[in-house]
């Protein structure tokens, strides 16, 4: 009952970001289907998980598509073209969501066991982190690093000009 | 022009109306829907013996589940939401008085027999008085939300934070990162505000406030990490354990610094509140705001105030930790109105910094002092220090 509630709340919201006229209320529609997902991951006990998407998901990432809305005019990206083009948009990803969902239920996904454990707190993330992931990790890192250094640097550029 | 005759008659002619058209109200409830809906309520007796008798109340609140010791109880008035609202009253009067005396002023002094002490209580009788002024092209909806969300951030950041041993609202094993998580609402909630007010001095006011959010966030995080590196959980009760024999303040005194400042940084006061310079943006993302709508917004920031000094308290000075001829509560109170008073101080005395003073300071100082502080932390740990 409450994953429903949950659930459609998220999917309304994400439908309203890409739906409505105004682009304000688009991005608070995505912030509010951000915190359904985090909510959605409460629900399946990983509190640790739901708060990194909140910190990440609503106080970053949302915060920047709003602070980049207000900044941009309105009348140049609110004409929404209707149409041709939003119905080959629905089928294409109706489409695509029913094949990956009939291939991924009809795969061994759904029937896999779990390990009736405990269920794995920050510390085993840790330390599956540190120990079989270090890898991944330092790419990303590495991969984070390069962006910053490289945004730094066409902002110099673009001062100079 | 309303004389304060009128406003008697007014009053009082609402409330005759009340009481005329009270039965037809109160006996179809009463008579027609408890009894179909099959639902117990109190008798007037045992009602008016409850307000009179504090021991039969408590008897009564513990019948219908709303007792001292249930979870709503605990949300609605201890350690969550009326507790924290009277410290902030409490903050307001003191910040008033307290620079008042820094600069050589008496503050509020009228209110009250003493000091002036009933002076927020004027204060909000006057808020509720004022005309509700929504400016016409304001986006009426994000308006009026703004307020709401700002009280109910204010509520939600009280969750976890534990007073005592015993006494808290919810224990989690990442207790220490919901704060966190939750103050990141605040600028998509002062985003909303100045947006909606459609007012070039509150989006101005609302574009800063990201800007300072943007500089002070990462360091804030970073800087408590150390804290959580000496005790070796994320859970508050267990942080506040392990300060015992230390308090973390001692082996983190540059990361205790940093939080200091991103908590000013965050409460947007003196020498950080450029959101809402008083001299260059009139009241920043506040302006358009009046009567209750302007009262629940500040009431939002004030427990806000309170959150992170209790934060503060909990992390770096030892909590509830204290000689024991004082209860832990005590101990925890003297603690937080110390960290209130050091954070209300430099609003008596210093200058505001420039935006791009606050950027740099954010970027190029507090996070390296952050990651510097962090490595101190793992340093005194693998040399077992702590």
Redesign the interface.
């Known amino acids: 009952m409450v994953f429903l509630v949950i659930s459609l709340v998220t999917l309304i919201a994400a439908i309203l970001s890409l739906e409505s006229r105004e682009l304000v209320y688009g991005a608070v529609a995505l912030a509010l289907s951000f915190l359904g997902v985090a909510a959605i991951f409460i629900l399946l006990d990983a509190l640790y998980l739901a708060m990194f998407q909140i910190l990440v998901y609503i106080g970053s990432i949302s915060v920047l598509i709003i602070f980049v809305i207000m900044l941009v005019r309105r009348e140049k990206w609110s004409t929404i073209k209707s149409g041709n083009e939003r119905i080959v948009g629905i089928v294409t990803a109706l489409t695509f969501f029913l094949v990956i969902g009939y291939v991924s239920y009809n795969s061994g996904l759904s029937n896999i066991i779990t390990p009736n454990s405990s269920i794995p707190d920050f510390y085993d993330i840790g330390i599956q982190m540190i120990n079989d992931y270090w890898l991944i990790l330092e790419v990303t890192g590495l991969v984070l690093a390069v962006s910053v250094i490289g945004a730094l640097t066409m902002a110099k550029i673009e001062r100079k000009n | 022009m309303e004389t304060f005759e009128d406003f008697l008659k007014r009053i009082l002619s609402i409330l005759f109306w009340l009481l005329l058209l009270s039965p037809v109200i109160i006996f179809p409830v009463f008579f027609l829907l408890i009894p179909l809906l099959g639902i117990s309520v109190p008798t007037t007796n045992e009602f008016l013996t409850a307000l009179i008798d504090p021991i039969k109340g408590i008897q009564l609140a513990n019948k219908y589940g709303v007792g001292p010791s249930s979870t709503f109880f605990k949300i609605a008035a201890f350690p969550g939401f009326t507790f924290a609202a009277l410290i902030a009253t409490i903050t307001i009067l003191y910040e008033r008085k307290l620079i008042a005396k820094v600069q050589l002023r008496v503050g509020p002094l009228y209110a009250g027999r003493f000091e002036g002490v009933l002076q927020p209580i004027a204060d909000l009788f006057k808020l509720l008085g004022k005309e509700i002024v929504v400016p016409e092209k304001a986006?009426k909806f994000?308006f009026w939300s703004a307020p709401i969300l700002s009280i109910g951030l204010g509520a939600a950041l009280l969750a976890v934070l534990p007073l005592s041993p015993n006494i808290y609202i919810a224990r989690?094993?990442?207790s220490l990162?919901?704060p966190?998580?939750?103050?990141?609402?605040s600028?998509?909630i002062v985003?909303?505000a100045a947006?909606a007010s459609s007012n070039k001095f509150a989006?101005i006011g609302?574009?800063r406030a990201?800007h300072q959010?943007v500089a002070y966030?990462i360091p804030m995080l970073i800087s408590v990490l150390g804290v959580v590196i000496l005790s070796g959980s994320?859970d508050l009760i267990s942080i506040v354990e392990s300060q015992q024999q230390v308090w973390f303040i001692f082996p983190q005194l540059l990361g205790a610094i940093i939080f200091y400042i991103t908590i000013l940084s965050e409460l947007e006061r003196v020498p950080f509140d450029i959101p809402e310079a008083e001299t260059e943006l009139v009241s920043g993302w506040l302006t358009e705001y009046t009567g209750m709508h302007f009262g629940l917004l500040q009431l939002g920031v004030y427990i806000k105030f309170y959150a992170l000094s209790l934060l503060f308290t909990l992390l770096f000075l030892g909590g509830w930790y204290g000689p024991a001829f004082l209860p832990p509560l005590a101990w925890l109170l003297i603690k937080l109105f110390f960290v209130i008073t050091i954070v209300i101080l430099p609003r008596a005395v210093m200058p505001r910094l420039r935006i791009d003073q606050l950027i740099r300071l954010g970027w190029v100082w507090l996070i390296v002092l952050s990651f510097i502080n962090l490595f101190i932390a793992v340093i005194e740990v693998s040399l077992g220090v702590i």
């Open positions: 986006d994000f989690s094993d990442v990162l919901i966190f998580a939750i103050i990141g609402f600028p998509l985003l909303i947006w989006f609302g574009l990201l959010l966030e994320l």
